[in-house]
């Protein structure tokens, strides 16, 4: 394909996002189909005189959208229409109609889904009702810019207990989602500096750090976590991490590879971001404490949410701050206000003081735990070696190796015609996607559905 | 209580005595406060993955020092007294307690409150608990990422018959607040743009447009609205206007003033922001149609609020995009997810269906005017050629020139010596604050206190 796009080098908008926005609309128009291959990053840097970073840093976002796809020595190619992971809630969620008109015909393993069953819906009434009654008063004042002090304790508390995170409620700050925290963090670490990003990582933080002008410097992750050679090569002034379940390998950092990164941190004088986006759900084996909670020189930011532990359409998410961002943190976010509804938050110190928050994670615990146990026999009694899982010993996801002849789109395509809703890997990765891996969520998937989805996925892939 | 302790195997401290050292450590520490129930031994040996004899060995050795007691069918209890800093911290925090208390011996005229007596609390507990009834499942969905569908069609129905908002829903974005829309919208339009500021203006909404590297040209404002020469001078690519209840002046910018700044934002492609931040509360007077409503050209983006027509408490803002900006705001809203909890979102779907909303707006409204009339008659009868107030035709404040040999500064602390908080304008302007003119908003205080209140101010600055 050739692509003659005239680039205006007198814009604010740099190369990079320009390019980027003609070859979307370019897809979206139709113009560039699906499936066709896209000019290699030298052949395209070339063709329109830009170095191969910026054709480098466009297919990266485009591929982060799920607009385009690399396949494994033979290139990138455009894939627009198919999974749009930013978009795959929306797509997924047609406002008001119930969940059930829309899913019936589908088994959807999507990895944002909790499970919708078994909520505790009278205990979350009653709470609700409750602190609107026992606190109305307190619904007209502006509230506590951080969040309501005495939930923002009874995070610090159950933090220390379960993630052993050493904090003091004033470092904690409430925000109405983690993007918005990740957003209020941009603005308090300011513009313009690296940060070494997991690769394979979570494409929606990437993406808010990519608009807050940071420089994304993609760092390999092994068995153990993030790889240390490229971060000592680097030097980044920040790094994202998600250790107690890297996203979306599902690996759990490794003790001394916390040990080293926090070393390297301290030396560098550097900050540490680390996301629990769902430490809640370790199944097994020795518990490894918080990075935070190892750190002795305050360089770890730590982010929580109730999305995965509670629901995520509350949009209660929380970060703790160490003291040299306080001030700083504080100014920043009163600019927002606090974010959560305040009669949201009184609701929450009601369930947690009550006990019914701690019952639900564990009770959320054995099921998923379940589930995951289910996913991973069915998986091994109906395809055996045809398949490899990784990431299966925590968390709420699994990604899925399968030995066929079909690639990533075509594994995908195959499942949607069986009526199963699985997930490309390859947006997950900035470099080197893998060529036949899928993405499966199980917490929203009841246990006959997690049968009987693998049973579709054999008869979809190994017939 | 969900426990995670480091236990080091390679230690020659056998398990159940680090375990004993841990517990005890914690409950010294006041991390584990008398009373609280411990995990079972069970529950405990499964989460460090160690055996329950190991368990068992440490809480009898716990209980024989007696930090610990076993109550029979109830588990084991931490029985060790302490005192946690946590709580006592939190005993004396102002913002759980409630706000009378904190509030009694002030008059307060801050501008940010509303009446706290007349909010319809039953109605709203009822279109809270009924939305949850009727609606749970759907809480376990993300949600239309922009908002639910249904609250958008309610917003854009009630904009088009009370402020002549011409839009579809699907051009509505509801948010946590108007400066997380802002945030949006300087993603959306991109950094390094020039945005028409009125001098005097918001300075909230101006620090988040600064913070976003975007160019601020303050542009005077006279009795029409924002000045069209300065406007015309510098062609700014984006104008931040109050039209309906100019904030802080209070004035109403005139039908012609409107129709310049649309020909000019026409012919200049310039985007016009319309904060509407009050616009609900127009005591009388000719209403006239919003910027929005009089568009001809797709210029303008109307910007709306819940908090002074409900709650600021409740988080829920909104924003009209025009086409153009539709593909590109929904794109950084799906970054952010949407912001405003599903619940409270479907518990203002109930309440405005049931025609609570408009019943509350048309009681306040009533309300508010009565005040203002108190206010202003009060101001009148006291101080009458001492001061002069703007901006008392419209809105929930006024500014107060007050003819006195003190100064802003000066004229605020003598307030507050006699117990009334009142707030100061220069903060508002960039270029030539004004020396004697202080800032009062009446909605969040009572009928007599506005009396009382001004008779303090006079006794504070006239004698």
Redesign the interface.
């Known amino acids: 394909m050739d692509i003659t796009f005239f680039l205006n080098r007198n814009l604010?908008?740099p190369l990079y996002q320009q390019l980027y926005q003609l070859f979307k609309k370019n897809m979206q128009d139709g113009h560039i189909q699906k499936g066709v291959k896209l000019p290699s990053k030298r052949l395209l840097a070339a063709q329109l005189s830009i170095s191969q970073t910026t054709v480098e840093r466009t297919y990266e976002q485009l591929a982060a959208e799920g607009y385009i796809v690399s396949k494994p020595r033979s290139g990138w190619f455009a894939d627009y229409d198919e999974i749009d992971l930013?978009?795959s809630?929306?797509a997924?969620?047609?406002?008001?109609k119930?969940?059930?008109r829309e899913k019936e015909n589908w088994i959807d393993f999507h990895y944002?889904?909790?499970d919708?069953v078994h909520?505790p819906?009278s205990a979350?009434?009653k709470s609700?009702?409750g602190s609107?009654?026992q606190y109305?008063?307190?619904?007209?004042?502006?509230?506590?810019i951080l969040g309501?002090?005495?939930l923002r304790?009874l995070i610090?508390?159950?933090l220390?207990?379960?993630?052993?995170v050493h904090c003091?409620?004033e470092q904690v700050i409430l925000g109405?989602?983690n993007?918005?925290l990740l957003?209020i963090l941009c603005?308090v670490l300011r513009r313009d500096i690296s940060i070494g990003y997991e690769d394979p990582g979570f494409p929606?933080s990437r993406?808010?750090f990519e608009?807050n002008s940071m420089k994304i410097i993609p760092i390999p992750v092994d068995e153990e976590g993030i790889c240390m050679d490229g971060i000592r090569k680097e030097n980044p002034s920040l790094v994202y991490v998600t250790p107690s379940h890297q996203f979306p390998l599902g690996t759990v950092m490794t003790?001394d590879r916390r040990r080293q990164l926090l070393k390297w941190a301290a030396e560098n004088q550097s900050f540490i971001i680390e996301d629990d986006y769902d430490g809640?759900y370790r199944y097994?084996?020795?518990?490894?404490?918080s990075l935070q909670g190892l750190d002795q020189h305050e360089r770890v930011i730590f982010m929580g949410t109730f999305s995965k532990s509670l629901?995520?359409?509350?949009?209660?998410s929380y970060m703790v701050l160490p003291s040299s961002l306080l001030e700083k943190g504080r100014e920043?976010t009163s600019?927002?206000?606090?974010?959560?509804?305040?009669?949201?938050q009184l609701t929450l110190v009601e369930f947690i003081k009550k006990g019914e928050w701690?019952k639900h994670?564990?009770k959320m615990r054995k099921l998923y735990q379940r589930k995951r146990e289910i996913l991973l026999e069915t998986l091994q009694s109906e395809m055996g070696e045809q398949v490899k899982v990784r990431g299966g010993d925590t968390g709420l996801h699994i990604m899925l190796d399968v030995n066929s002849h079909f690639n990533e789109k075509e594994l995908i395509e195959k499942a949607k015609e069986q009526g199963v809703k699985i997930y490309p890997a390859s947006p997950f990765y900035t470099k080197q996607p893998p060529g036949n891996t899928v993405f499966i969520g199980f917490a929203?998937v009841s246990e006959a559905d997690i049968r009987a989805g693998i049973k579709k996925l054999k008869a979809a892939w190994m017939n």
Not at 92 to 96: E, G, L
Not at 136 to 144: F, M, S
Not at 311 to 316: A, E, I
Request: glycine share 8%; hydrophobic share 35%; net charge neutral.
């Open positions: 604010d908008i930013i978009h809630e929306m997924n969620n047609p406002s008001i119930p969940v059930t944002g889904n909790v919708s909520f819906f979350w009434r609700m009702v609107l009654d109305g008063q307190q619904l007209h004042r502006p509230g506590d309501e002090l005495e304790t610090a508390e159950n220390y207990h379960s993630r052993g003091r409620p109405a989602g993007p918005i957003q603005q929606r993406k808010i608009m003790f809640e097994s084996g020795q518990p490894i404490p629901l995520p359409s509350l949009r209660v920043i600019l927002y206000k606090q974010t959560v509804s305040c009669h949201v701690q994670i564990n929203g």
